[in-house]
C-alpha cells in the first residue's frame, strides 16, 4: 500500500485569489466555492453571491453549510466569496489577524476597547496594523473592489448580493445595512459586537434610513451574557426598534450557544432566513 502524508486537504470546486488594496495598503486572501454539482443551476444563470467575512476561520463552515442548504433548505445555487488575510510569511504573524479584522470590520475608534488590546499584549509590540475605524474603508474596497474583480471572473448577479459577518464582523454587516442602504439586498448578522464604543451603533440606527427591501437577520448565542459585553440584550433591543419600523427583520437567540459554538448556527439559520419568503411587515422570532 503506497500513502502520502501531510498531503493538503481542499474543499471541492474552490479557488483562492490575491487581491491588493492600494487604499488600505493590504493583500486581501479571497475564497471563493461554487456550488454543488447538485444543485441543480442553470448553466445561463448568473449567480447570487454571498460574502462572508472572517474568512480564515470561516470559509469552510460556510462553503459546507451552504451546499446543504442549497440541497434541500430553500437556498438557491450561489457563489460564495470569503474576504480574508495572507497571514503566512516572514513578516506577518497569526496573531495580527485579531488586529487586522479590527482594524477592517469596525466603525469608529473605540479607545476602551484599544486599552484593552494593549493590556492583552503585556509586553509583546502590538502589531503594525494602523487604528481600529476602517470599517467604510473596507466597505468601500467590498464594493468597488471586491465585487468587480469578482464579476469579471465568475458569472455573478449584481442585483443579488449577501453580506454575512459575526461578531465584528456582525457589527460590520449591520452598519452596512444602515449606512449603505440597497448596497446589499440580504445581510445576516451573527453576535453583532453592539457595545462597540458604548453602543454607538443604536446613535447610528436612529439616524439610518434602510431599505425598506433589504432582508436582515440578527443573532446572538444564549450564553452572551457577559456584562461587559450584553450581546444577547443589544440584539434584542436592535431588533426592536428595526422591527418597530416595519422593516424585514428576523432575530433569534440560540439558546445553549456561546460566542463562538453559535457561528455554525447562526450561517445556517441567517442564510436560510434571508432567502425564504417573508410576508409583509417584520416579523421576529
Do not use: K
Not at 434541500?72 to 488586529?99: F, H, I, K
Not at 453583532?192 to 432582508?215: H, I, K, M, N, Q
Not at 426598534?241 to 453559535?262: I, K, Q, W, Y
Request: with cysteine.
Amino acid at each position: 500500500m503506497t500513502t502520502t502524508d501531510h498531503a493538503p486537504a481542499t474543499l471541492l470546486a474552490t479557488h483562492r485569489h490575491s487581491l491588493h488594496s492600494e487604499a488600505i495598503g493590504e493583500t486581501f486572501q479571497i475564497d471563493v466555492a461554487l456550488p454543488s454539482p447538485w444543485a441543480g443551476r442553470r448553466p445561463d444563470h448568473p449567480l447570487p453571491v454571498i460574502y462572508v467575512m472572517d474568512a480564515n476561520t470561516v470559509f469552510g463552515i460556510a462553503a459546507q453549510a451552504l451546499r446543504f442548504l442549497q440541497n434541500a433548505d430553500g437556498v438557491p445555487p450561489c457563489l460564495l466569496v470569503g474576504v480574508g488575510y495572507q497571514l503566512e510569511g516572514p513578516r506577518r504573524r497569526r496573531r495580527d489577524y485579531g488586529g487586522l479584522r479590527t482594524r477592517d470590520l469596525t466603525p469608529s475608534f473605540d479607545a476602551a476597547f484599544h486599552e484593552t488590546l494593549l493590556a492583552q499584549m503585556g509586553d509583546r509590540p502590538p502589531p503594525d496594523i494602523g487604528p481600529a475605524g476602517g470599517g467604510d474603508a473596507f466597505l468601500d474596497f467590498l464594493i468597488g473592489e471586491v465585487r468587480p474583480f469578482i464579476a469579471a471572473r465568475y458569472a455573478t448577479d449584481p442585483g443579488d448580493q449577501t453580506l454575512v459577518g459575526s461578531s465584528l464582523g456582525g457589527l460590520f454587516s449591520l452598519h452596512a445595512y444602515l449606512t449603505r442602504p440597497g448596497a446589499f439586498r440580504r445581510h445576516v448578522a451573527g453576535s453583532p459586537a453592539l457595545w462597540w464604543r458604548g453602543g454607538e451603533a443604536f446613535a447610528t440606527e436612529a439616524a439610518a434610513r434602510p431599505d425598506p427591501e433589504t432582508r436582515l437577520f440578527l443573532s446572538v448565542g444564549g450564553l452572551e451574557t457577559d456584562p461587559r459585553w450584553p450581546m444577547v440584550d443589544h440584539m434584542a433591543e436592535m431588533a426592536r426598534r428595526l422591527a418597530g419600523r416595519g422593516l424585514p427583520v428576523v432575530s433569534h437567540v440560540f439558546e445553549g450557544e456561546s460566542h463562538t459554538s453559535v457561528i455554525p448556527a447562526a450561517l445556517s439559520r441567517g442564510l436560510r432566513s434571508v432567502f425564504a419568503p417573508l410576508p409583509t411587515g417584520a416579523t421576529t422570532s
